[in-house]
C-alpha cells in the first residue's frame, strides 16, 4: 500500500489545537456591552432645558450591568451634555451583587477604570475611550463631576426608551452617599469586546482537525482507487 506524507493542513490544524488556550485574547469580536436606553432626540443645550440629572461635583448617576462574559471594554458613553469647558468623569465599579450599591464614600478600590472628559454643549450619543479587562461579574457605570481630576458639569438625558432589566442609582453627597433612583430611560452604553473562553477555541480547533483529517482521508481513497491493478 502507497504511503502519502502527512499533509501540512493537518500540521496547521495540530498546531491550531496546541495554542488555542494562547491565542484565545486575540480572538474576540466587537459587540455593544451594555445599553441602559434608546438613544432619543439629541441637540438639548446645556443650561437650558434638558430632560435629564445633573452631573455635578456632589451628584453622579449610574447604572448597573451584568456580563456573563469576559469583556474587554473599549468606550463608555451615553447621551450626554455639558459645559465644553469644564470636564465631567465616567467610572466603571464592580458590585458585590446585581443590585448592590457602589461600596465606596464615593469611590474606593472597586473602582476598575476611571476617564474625564470635556462634554458637548449640545446632547449627544458621546463616546469616551476607556480601556479594562472585566470577568464574569456585576458592574456599574458612572458619570459625574468633581472627582478624578473632573471639574464641571453636565447633564445625562433621560429621553430614550427604558430597556427591561435596567436600573440606576445616584450619589448625593450632601444627604445620604449611594441610593436608589426612582426615575428611568437615562441612556449609558458601554462597548467593547466579548472575549472566548479557551475552550471553544479547542473545540474549534477540534472541529478543524476533523473537518481536514476527513478531507485527507477522502483524498487518499482516491488516490488508491485510481492506481492500476496489475
Not at 447604572?63 to 451615553?78: K, N, P, Q, T
Not at 432589566?165 to 448625593?172: A, C, L, Q, V
Amino acid at each position: 500500500m502507497a504511503k502519502y506524507p502527512f499533509p501540512k493542513v493537518m500540521y496547521a490544524a495540530t498546531l491550531l489545537l496546541a495554542l488555542s488556550p494562547l491565542v484565545a485574547p486575540l480572538s474576540a469580536y466587537a459587540d455593544l456591552i451594555y445599553e441602559s436606553a434608546t438613544l432619543g432626540p439629541t441637540g438639548f443645550t446645556f443650561g437650558g432645558f434638558t430632560p435629564g440629572a445633573g452631573l455635578f461635583p456632589d451628584q453622579f448617576i449610574g447604572s448597573r450591568f451584568h456580563l456573563d462574559d469576559v469583556v474587554r471594554v473599549d468606550a463608555i458613553g451615553g447621551h450626554i451634555n455639558g459645559d465644553p469647558n469644564g470636564s465631567l468623569f465616567g467610572a466603571i465599579v464592580s458590585l458585590s451583587a446585581p443590585s448592590a450599591l457602589p461600596s465606596g464614600h464615593p469611590f474606593d478600590n472597586s473602582t476598575l477604570a476611571a476617564v474625564t472628559f470635556a462634554p458637548p454643549l449640545l446632547s449627544t450619543d458621546v463616546r469616551v475611550p476607556l480601556s479594562v479587562v472585566l470577568a464574569l461579574g456585576d458592574y456599574a457605570l458612572i458619570f459625574g463631576g468633581g472627582e478624578f481630576g473632573a471639574f464641571g458639569a453636565g447633564a445625562i438625558l433621560n429621553n430614550g426608551l427604558h430597556l427591561p432589566g435596567r436600573s440606576f442609582f445616584f450619589w448625593d453627597g450632601g444627604v445620604e452617599g449611594w441610593r436608589d433612583l426612582g426615575f428611568d430611560n437615562f441612556r449609558f452604553v458601554v462597548t467593547g469586546t466579548v472575549i472566548p473562553e479557551p475552550a471553544s477555541l479547542t473545540l474549534l480547533g477540534l472541529a478543524a482537525l476533523g473537518l481536514f483529517g476527513r478531507a485527507w482521508c477522502r483524498h487518499v481513497k482516491l488516490r488508491e482507487s485510481s492506481r492500476p491493478t496489475s
